[in-house]
T-cell receptor, first 110, second 117 residues
Framework: GIQVEQSPPDLILQEGANSTLRCNFSDSVNNLQWFHQNPWGQLINLFYIPSGTKQNGRLSATTVATERYSLLYISSSQTTDSGVYFCAVERGFGNEKLTFGTGTRLTIIP | GAVVSQHPSWVICKSGTSVKIECRSL??????MFWYRQFPKQSLMLMATSNEGSKATYEQGVEKDKFLINHASLTLSTLTVTSAHPEDSSFYIC?????????????FGPGTRLTVL
């Protein structure tokens, strides 16, 4: 099956810092989503981004499908950004289920 | 929009009992829902795909007789953990899929934390 690796596995930053999270995947995909899992376990949809670039406030994401990676940028970090960030991919073409990456645990220190 | 609820949010039960978890799409219809399991500090693992009006499709290694899935309507899927044992303790999360043309997007419930004593 498809492999999804995220880096770094852990990241500790001061409030106000910027960060870049990376997601590499081993095969072509039809769908890529970024999620934030908050400390209570809820997954929050951040981006649906199989290709291209999107921005939403302090967050933006870029997927380069031909090179099989996606990046999530967080600017001016706040303590509420803490949690685990997952990317998940779907191959499509009859295989329509999400495979989750290994996750990046982000801790923002006041 | 695209809100998914789960009930209960947490449950503690004795070994050997069965536990039912409900997953509802509140503001949309979902022909397909998914059940995941997550162990502490690990990623989500897909257990099964739940299709409205038909049998669920289970991932390799998931016991279908232990994890019974029913998708009786376009807004409700249930997962029943039968004869639960301590090793079934975990965080169970459901999702519902919205399909708009070529776009397939999943939205997740808040999860159910199961502890089996």
């Amino acid at each position: 099956g498809i492999q999804v690796e995220q880096s770094p596995p852990d990241l500790i930053l001061q409030e106000g810092a910027n960060s870049t999270l990376r997601c590499n995947f081993s095969d072509s995909v039809n769908n890529l989503q970024w999620f934030h899992q908050n400390p209570w376990g809820q997954l929050i949809n951040l981006f649906y981004i199989p290709s291209g670039t999107k921005q939403n406030g302090r967050l933006s994401a870029t997927t380069v499908a031909t090179e099989r990676y996606s990046l999530l940028y967080i600017s001016s970090s706040q303590t509420t950004d803490s949690g685990v960030y997952f990317c998940a991919v779907e191959r499509g073409f009859g295989n329509e289920k999400l495979t989750f990456g290994t996750g990046t645990r982000l801790t923002i220190i006041p | 929009g695209a809100v998914v609820s789960q009930h209960p949010s947490w449950v503690i039960c004795k070994s050997g009992t069965s536990v039912k978890i409900e997953c509802r799409s509140l503001d949309f219809q979902a022909t397909t829902m998914f059940w995941y399991r997550q162990f502490p500090k690990q990623s989500l693992m897909l257990m099964a795909t739940s299709n409205e009006g038909s049998k669920a499709t289970y991932e390799q290694g998931v016991e279908k007789d232990k994890f019974l899935i029913n998708h009786a309507s376009l807004t409700l899927s249930t997962l029943t953990v039968t004869s639960a044992h301590p090793e079934d303790s975990s965080f169970y999360i459901c999702s519902a899929r919205i399909r708009l043309g070529l776009r397939n997007e999943q939205f997740f419930g808040p999860g159910t934390r199961l502890t089996v004593l």
